[in-house]
């Protein structure tokens, strides 16, 4: 069975934020421009922590004439989220559930798990240091990491040993918040004269306006800038010798439009149902 524009719906589940409202941002974006293609029916989003819950979803697609469900994680990562939360408030069996009045809703993999994620990692670095050459740059790509769910860090680590196998540049590292190695860090951990960090987040919120820029050694300690996006516009960072640029969330990247279809598709294409979630 395929995407079918008269009977398939899908959801974008996102994290959300209580305090920030750029954190669900990207996925409403990419849900209009996903609705602009009409391949579903229809497209909404939820969250875990702002409206539409997780729970509201259960009850956003009432037309008789939907028949599946493709439920796609807004996350970068396998994880906690996806493996317990997103299961549990959606309450789906598995990959695959069928409710009681027979609509089917099927689990897709994170947008995280995509390959096409490389090429944005890249092209963000491209974009935020586009006359500094490669081969004189070290690029970071940094995560959140958790001591609570190993499979958090594995894709920051998954793009990192990809990027560095096509040898364009000086390094490639992972870095994290929360986990070792620190991005906090990043002097010891790279040695080029150019530096490029990317965060592999879906949205640019408090720990990329914020967080990560005092991690960095870019952002004050205390308050939100006026303008929380300046922190992107002041590159480069001269900083122990070396110049350091940072580039804003992969996840807002427009083309991550374009990987949830996919990710939907690919359901079918790779039997996802057949899989256990964790």
């Given at each position: 069975?395929?995407?079918?524009?008269?009977?398939?719906?899908?959801?974008?589940?996102?994290?959300?934020?209580?305090?920030?409202?750029?954190?669900?941002?990207?996925?409403?974006?990419?849900?209009?421009?996903?609705?602009?293609?009409?391949?579903?029916?229809?497209?909404?989003?939820?969250?875990?922590?702002?409206?539409?819950?997780?729970?509201?979803?259960?009850?956003?697609?009432?037309?008789?004439?939907?028949?599946?469900?493709?439920?796609?994680?807004?996350?970068?990562?396998?994880?906690?989220?996806?493996?317990?939360?997103?299961?549990?408030?959606?309450?789906?069996?598995?990959?695959?559930?069928?409710?009681?009045?027979?609509?089917?809703?099927?689990?897709?993999?994170?947008?995280?798990?995509?390959?096409?994620?490389?090429?944005?990692?890249?092209?963000?670095?491209?974009?935020?240091?586009p006359?500094?050459?490669?081969?004189e740059?070290?690029?970071?790509?940094?995560?959140?990491?958790?001591?609570?769910?190993d499979?958090?860090a594995?894709?920051?680590?998954?793009?990192?040993?990809?990027?560095?196998?096509?040898?364009?540049?000086?390094?490639?590292?992972?870095?994290?918040?929360?986990?070792?190695?620190?991005?906090?860090?990043?002097?010891?951990?790279?040695?080029?004269p150019?530096?490029?960090?990317?965060?592999?987040?879906?949205?640019?919120g408090l720990?990329?306006?914020?967080?990560?820029?005092?991690?960095?050694?870019?952002?004050?300690?205390?308050?939100?800038?006026?303008?929380?996006?300046?922190?992107?516009?002041?590159?480069?960072?001269?900083?122990?010798?070396?110049?350091?640029?940072?580039?804003?969330?992969?996840?807002?990247?427009?083309?991550?439009?374009?990987?949830?279809?996919?990710?939907?598709?690919?359901?079918?294409?790779?039997?996802?149902?057949?899989?256990?979630?964790a």
């Open positions: 069975m395929s995407v079918s524009s008269e009977s398939s719906a899908l959801l974008i589940v996102g994290h959300g934020s209580t305090v920030n409202p750029d954190s669900s941002a990207p996925s409403l974006e990419q849900a209009a421009a996903i609705r602009a293609h009409d391949i579903f029916r229809e497209v909404a989003c939820c969250f875990w922590k702002e409206e539409p819950s997780l729970r509201d979803a259960l009850f956003l697609f009432s037309d008789p004439e939907i028949r599946e469900v493709y439920v796609v994680p807004n996350f970068i990562s396998e994880g906690y989220f996806t493996q317990t939360v997103i299961p549990r408030e959606l309450e789906l069996d598995g990959r695959l559930t069928t409710r009681p009045d027979g609509q089917v809703w099927k689990y897709c993999e994170p947008v995280g798990n995509h390959p096409g994620v490389t090429e944005l990692l890249l092209r963000r670095a491209r974009e935020v240091a006359q500094v050459p490669e081969a740059t070290s690029l970071v790509i940094v995560a959140h990491g958790t001591p609570l769910n499979k958090s594995i894709a920051a680590k998954r793009e990192v040993e990809k990027i560095a196998a096509l040898g364009r540049y000086a390094s490639v590292q992972n870095a994290y918040m929360e986990e070792s190695p620190l991005i906090s860090d990043w002097p010891r951990l790279t040695n080029a150019n530096v490029i960090v990317v965060p592999f987040f879906i949205s640019d720990h990329s306006y914020e967080d990560i820029p005092v991690l960095l050694g870019i952002g004050a300690e205390s308050g939100a800038a006026s303008s929380p996006r300046a922190v992107f516009r002041r590159n480069p960072h001269r900083l122990h010798g070396r110049n350091l640029y940072y580039a804003s969330a992969i996840g807002t990247e427009p083309k991550f439009a374009e990987i949830i279809i996919e990710q939907a598709r690919a359901f079918d294409e790779a039997a996802l149902d057949l899989r256990p979630i």
